[in-house]
């Protein structure tokens, strides 16, 4: 059996970020080869990975990239919101933002995608939860990207640069000047992190919701004459497109008091010297959607005593 020194434990951790009893117990397994014990930790890390993930992750970041006329919008998820402070889980989301910029965001493929340092996405997520101690889960990614134009885009809650609470994308294609484009897009970008629309115009809006929302506005009106009932749907409808779908939402910035976003865009034409269409919009908020689970933290601590 090789002389395991402090010197190469400490080696080891740097290495792995793994703790000092387990890089020990790890380089007497291997007889003292570093690279081997790294590959022996990271199997017992992927373990240790694997136990953790059917704990809920529902905090974590937000991140965003750009480049050019594209960008890409990540969600990366932690167990805690302390998770989202440590550098090394700023610096995976980080980086997966870049790898989703280069490479896509579908999903599936994303994670498969290589990771700077030689390994995929998928084991530098897993290598991170072995590390830091908590399940993580790459939940979406979504980009936008147009021929000429401006991508902009906001951070909300930041916690360091290109990471947050809520991350918004705006795409405006014109082939105008790109500076006044993207102070635009920016603000349109405010826009969106505020008022959290769920489409572009009347014609995104989901089949579904829509007729969801034309049920209650029938319920609401039942007993009515239908030639009537109808024209409270449709003046209904179209009170609820103001309210939900982004060119019909009047700006909340005061400089443009009382317009709508599809009326801001066609005012800044002027300032930009050429058309501009507001093409798209992406919006994550952390965590949306995801049902958190509520702990008893009494049954918890009498679990606890009990084990």
């Known amino acids: 059996m090789a002389n395991v020194t402090a010197a190469m434990v400490k080696d080891l951790r740097e290495k792995t970020g793994a703790g000092m009893m387990d890089c020990k117990n790890a380089l007497n397994e291997v007889d003292g080869d570093i690279e081997a014990a790294v590959d022996w930790l990271r199997k017992k890390g992927l373990s240790k990975a694997a136990k953790k993930s059917g704990r809920i992750a529902a905090e974590g970041l937000v991140t965003i990239a750009v480049r050019g006329t594209e960008g890409v ?8 919101d302390f998770v989202a402070r440590n550098e090394e889980f700023q610096s995976l989301v980080r980086t997966i933002g870049s790898v989703a910029l280069e490479h896509g965001t579908d999903v599936a493929h994303l994670s498969n995608c290589h990771y700077p340092g030689g390994a995929t996405v998928a084991e530098a997520i897993a290598n991170a939860i072995a590390t830091i101690g908590e399940n993580m889960t790459l939940r979406r990614a979504s980009g936008l990207k147009v021929t000429h134009g401006a991508i902009s885009h906001y951070i909300h ?27 635009l897009g920016k603000q349109i970008a405010l826009h969106v992190a505020a008022t959290s629309p769920i489409a572009l115009d009347s014609t995104t809006v989901d089949p579904a919701t829509l007729e969801r929302e034309a049920n209650v506005l029938r319920d ?6 239908a030639n009537i009932l109808e024209k409270i749907v449709e003046n209904g409808l179209k009170t609820y497109y103001k309210e939900v779908c982004l060119l019909d939402q009047i700006s909340i910035h005061a400089e443009h008091a009382g317009k709508s976003i599809a009326q801001v865009v066609k005012e800044a034409e002027g300032k930009v010297g050429a058309p501009v269409a507001l093409k798209g919009f992406i919006r994550y908020a952390l965590g949306e959607g995801i049902e958190k689970q509520e702990n008893d933290f009494a049954a918890e601590v009498a679990a606890a005593a009990k084990g």
Do not use: C, F
Not at 73 to 80: A, I, L
Not at 157 to 183: C, F, H, M, P, Y
């Open 73 to 80: 919008v990540v969600e990366v998820n932690s167990e805690t």
């Open 220 to 225: 609401k009106n039942a007993g009515k004459p």
């Open 157 to 183: 809650n930041a916690v360091a640069d290109s990471l947050g609470k809520i991350g918004v994308l705006v795409a405006l294609e014109s082939t105008g000047n790109t500076e006044v484009l993207a102070a």
